[in-house]
């Protein structure tokens, strides 16, 4: 238990605190104020909107699912009037994106910037949410509503001798807003993740010499980008109800090749040709669109292992890198988040990039011209963190969030997430989690996913309004059924076998659990759905002083 209440003045009273203004948290501020009328205070840590896409602006930095898919669905006009230059959205690009859709539906004055949440702490006298910030201010909200990402919380691993560095340390995650030139210099990068992939062949056509830190090497595959044509753009608006509709009927809130039942029920020469048109497609489409037994079966997922392998053979030209890019065999595919490339493999052929083995070689210490493994000490203007996130608790438990009888959501997740439907947590009345654990979350397209989570928050606070009800609280046996129905479905899969930030594994010290509903999002919607039409039967609500309440207008059905 922790005391984390701050006493203040008198707080500023709102119906809702949401925090965050990426994708999630300006939908969800449109929602509430626009359609329920509701007082909302939205705080964000950064200067603009963007969220994610606000921090991300390294090199290359891309959405590896299609610009179409990778927008909001909500508003059919806006739909139609923007126009996505490439296939695929460009970091620059989904940040204008969402600055036209914070200008378009005036969701700016309603945004804190630079605001960053320190506590928040439920009250249990006034049943209400008391939310402090770093500059002092308070708040109290009937509902408090994190809208903080999956992957805000940037993982700065501590390295020996870091602060001694008399170049420049940078971290893909907090990328300078002025960019960096690495004209001329020696640049050092460390991680071979999604993200190393797409900065990695930008950065080594910059530089004059680029060095690469790899502990792991990743089954990459290529993205497939191109410019997106007039006729194309026309064609994909012409449609949009449809595609919008395959989506959500779909696994991963994007279409993608329709899977073929078992990759062993194929003879080799089928399966070689399924797999070089899914690589063909890009994107995700060889890891969630092959076969529907590859993240299952061992042996199944084997084979395309092998043609990666193979692949990645074919397109790096010395023999000895390009064993060092292969991952061994036994390492599944796509168990960790396949990362997309452009001319990832490529950049290994240049003279200017070196590959270093960090798993046969480690890193002792940051020196002030450098970092030296226990091989070799390499000189450096530049070292560059691309060591991913402290993902789906990292930026909750910044917040010191607390919930009923001082319990804070560190406690409750102790052993790892839970929660009921990925929305709620049991002692915590009122809050509200987008797109968090236990939800299809990373295993769906954003913004389709952050929409029906906020539009099912959205219903639940109007049918509460409507009906004078002061809190909603997930019962412990729903909760503790939703954990065990997540774990049970990850346990059918290989994910839980590697150490990545879905299993919390790339944290030391983080329980090790799988965090995503793996069940699909059709049906997560339907069981979602299914708690609202019941009218929320694995919650208990409170009834309140209904002076209090503003009812609110809207309900998903209009
Ligand atoms: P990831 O996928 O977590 O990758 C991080 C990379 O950094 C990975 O290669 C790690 O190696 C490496 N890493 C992490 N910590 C260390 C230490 N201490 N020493 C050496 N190397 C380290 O993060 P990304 O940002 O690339 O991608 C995250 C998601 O963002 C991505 O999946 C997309 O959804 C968007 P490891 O594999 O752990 O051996």
């Not at 999604?194 to 792991?216: D, G, K, N, S």
């Not at 994007?254 to 399924?274: I, M, N």
């Not at 009800?469 to 479905?489: F, K, R, S």
Request: hydrophobic share 35%; charged share 25%.
């Amino acid at each position: 238990m922790s005391d984390t209440t701050k006493q203040t003045a008198t707080p500023n009273k709102v119906d809702a605190v949401v925090v965050g203004a990426g994708f999630a948290g300006l939908y969800m501020l449109h929602l509430l104020r626009d359609k329920l009328n509701l007082n909302v205070a939205t705080m964000e840590a950064a200067d603009a909107v963007g969220g994610v896409w606000y921090w991300n602006r390294y090199p290359g930095a891309r959405c590896d699912i299609a610009s179409h898919h990778y927008s909001y669905s909500f508003s059919k006009e806006l739909q139609q009037e923007w126009q996505w230059p490439e296939k695929f959205p460009a970091q620059p690009d989904i940040l204008l994106y969402l600055e036209h859709v914070a200008d378009r539906f005036d969701l700016k004055r309603d945004i804190q910037f630079n605001t960053r949440v320190e506590t928040a702490v439920f009250d249990e006298e006034d049943q209400r949410w008391i939310v402090t910030t770093e500059k002092g201010e308070t708040y109290s909200a009937k509902y408090f509503i994190p809208a903080t990402g999956v992957l805000s919380d940037v993982n700065i691993p501590p390295i020996k001798g870091q602060d001694s560095f008399k170049g420049e340390i940078l971290v893909t995650g907090r990328w300078p807003k002025d960019g960096v030139d690495f004209t001329g210099k020696r640049v050092g990068i460390i991680g071979t993740g999604a993200t190393a992939v797409q900065a990695i062949p930008v950065i080594a056509e910059e530089a004059a010499h680029l060095t690469v830190f790899q502990r792991t090497p990743y089954f990459a595959v290529p993205l497939q980008n191109e410019v997106m044509t007039e006729a194309e753009d026309q064609k994909i608006k012409a449609s949009y109800d449809q595609l919008r509709k395959d989506a959500r009927d779909s696994f991963a809130g994007v279409t993608l090749c329709e899977p073929r039942p078992s990759a062993l029920a194929d003879s080799p020469e089928e399966r070689k040709a399924h797999y070089e048109s899914c690589y063909k497609e890009g994107s995700f489409n060889l890891w969630l669109g092959s076969y529907e037994d590859l993240l299952f079966d061992q042996e199944a997922n084997e084979t395309a292992a092998e043609f990666i392998r193979e692949k990645i053979r074919e397109r790096v030209t010395d023999r000895e890198i390009a064993e060092m890019l292969c991952p061994r065999e036994g390492v599944s595919y796509g168990t960790k988040r396949q990362p997309c490339e452009t001319g990832y493999f490529e950049a290994y052929n240049r003279d200017n990039v070196t590959l270093v083995d960090i798993h046969k070689s480690p890193i002792e210490e940051i020196t002030p011209e450098g970092l030296r493994t226990t091989d070799e000490i390499y000189e450096l203007d530049y070292l560059i963190y691309a060591t991913g996130f402290d993902a789906f608790t990292g930026s909750l438990f910044k917040m010191n969030v607390t919930g009923r009888n001082g319990l804070t959501l560190k406690e409750h997740w102790s052993d790892g997430p839970r929660t009921y439907l990925g929305l709620s947590m049991t002692g915590f009345p009122n809050l509200f989690n987008i797109t968090g654990p236990q939800s299809p979350s990373a295993f769906y397209n954003f913004p389709l996913g952050i929409e029906t989570h906020c539009d099912w928050i959205a219903d639940c606070i109007s049918y509460m309004n409507e009906n004078g009800l002061a809190t909603i609280d997930a019962d412990p046996a729903a909760e503790e059924a939703w954990l065990a129905h997540t774990v049970e479905l990850a346990d059918a899969s290989l994910f839980p076998q590697a150490s990545s930030w879905y299993m919390g594994a790339n944290i030391p010290g983080k329980p090790r659990v799988f965090m995503v509903y793996l069940g699909g999002g059709k049906a997560y919607q339907e069981a979602i759905d299914r708690e609202a039409a019941d009218k929320y039967p694995s919650y208990t609500f409170v009834r309140g002083d209904t002076e209090q309440m503003r009812v609110g207008t809207w309900a998903l059905s209009s």
